[in-house]
């Protein structure tokens, strides 16, 4: 990329494990990315105005929890939630988790995306989907994978003109400092390319192509009524720069950036936008760094979602136009 950065793969940075677990028939599915035994600090911030979400209280600054175990990425809507349980049981198997005298309490946090306009909306991730991707960690894959895996963008004029999108990954690493982000893109809006502009996936026209813009299209039908809260990017920051829970929580706002690069509209009240950061804290690093690499890599993972996606479901997907 430059004399500054170099590619790493997601999996590189260390402390973490990423499993996924999906039902491509019911096009959905889960992505747990594990925290070790000690968990990892995290922040979160949440942009979008219908976010389905599991104990992100925990997570301000004000809170009194400093780690979290895992971070549960699911389809499913709101219904997804309940795979948290699997992974729940997973770590509790495992005796890891806050300790409380009575037991360990595993720390999970969790975003679903909605995924009920594809596939099978009657089948939901659950716990044993949950429980499922834990036990297959290391697995990752971009593309139709994981929470990914009924993942569209582009639903301005509703499901008639969407397209495929999924999940994907991005990691640079600087000196010995590490940064990568993970996310399902499940947007309302366009995937654009941060530095060309140049449209990649996203809302069709009549005739099939990608000449259609979100932007112009919900300011020209102001109440749509195939548009609601159904949609939803959520993603992860993972690093190994050393910061506290405040630190992370700010992290995780400057990587929204990184969505604002790559998605147009974004942060709308049909979106549940969502991003995590987690720092398995071995490296001192610099907070104006880490917030300005982890903009960086979420644009280009986003981007990887969708350029890694086949079509399915019978929607277009982004190799359908390069």
């Known amino acids: 990329m430059s004399d500054v950065f170099k ?24 992505t747990v990315i594990l925290c070790g035994e000690d968990g990892k600090v995290c922040g979160a911030v949440i942009r979008g105005g219908g976010p389905a979400s599991r104990e992100n209280g925990l997570l301000n600054p004000l809170a009194a929890n400093d780690a979290v175990h895992a971070i549960v990425l699911s389809g499913g809507s709101a219904f997804g939630l ?50 499922a991707a834990c036990n297959a960690a290391p697995n990752f894959k971009q593309g139709n994978y994981g929470c990914g895996t009924g993942a569209t963008v582009g639903k301005a004029r509703g499901a008639a003109y969407m397209m495929n999108s999924g999940i994907g990954a991005y990691a ?11 996310v399902g893109v499940n947007a309302m809006g366009d995937v654009y390319e941060p530095y060309t502009g140049k449209k990649i996936a996203g809302l069709l026209d009549d005739n099939g192509t990608l000449n259609a813009n979100s932007e112009e299209e919900l300011c020209r039908t102001a109440l749509n009524p195939f548009t609601g809260v159904t949609n939803t990017t959520i993603g992860a920051i993972l690093t190994n720069g050393t910061f506290n829970k405040t630190e992370m929580t700010k992290i995780a706002g400057m990587a929204h950036d990184g969505y604002a690069r790559a998605i147009r509209p974004v942060h709308t009240m049909y979106d549940g936008d969502t991003i995590y950061a987690a720092s398995s804290c071995t490296v001192k690093a610099d907070i104006n760094v ?9 644009a280009k993972a986003i981007d990887n979602a969708v350029l890694h996606t086949e079509g399915a479901y019978g929607l277009k997907c982004a190799k359908d136009f390069l």
Request: charged content about 20%; hydrophobic content about 45%; some cysteine.
């Open 7 to 30: 590619e790493i793969n997601i999996e590189d940075i260390p402390g973490f494990v990423i499993g996924q677990a999906e039902d491509k028939e019911a096009a959905t599915g889960v």
């Open 82 to 131: 309940d795979s948290a349980s699997g992974v729940m049981q997973y770590l509790e198997e495992r005796h890891i988790g806050f300790e409380t005298g009575y037991g360990n309490v595993p720390i999970v946090v969790a975003s679903c995306l909605f995924d009920l306009a594809v596939g099978d909306a009657s089948l939901r991730p659950d716990k044993a989907m949950g429980y």
């Open 172 to 182: 640079l690493q600087c000196g010995e400092l590490k940064v990568g982000a993970i």
């Open 290 to 298: 880490v917030g300005t690499m982890a903009a960086i890599v979420m």
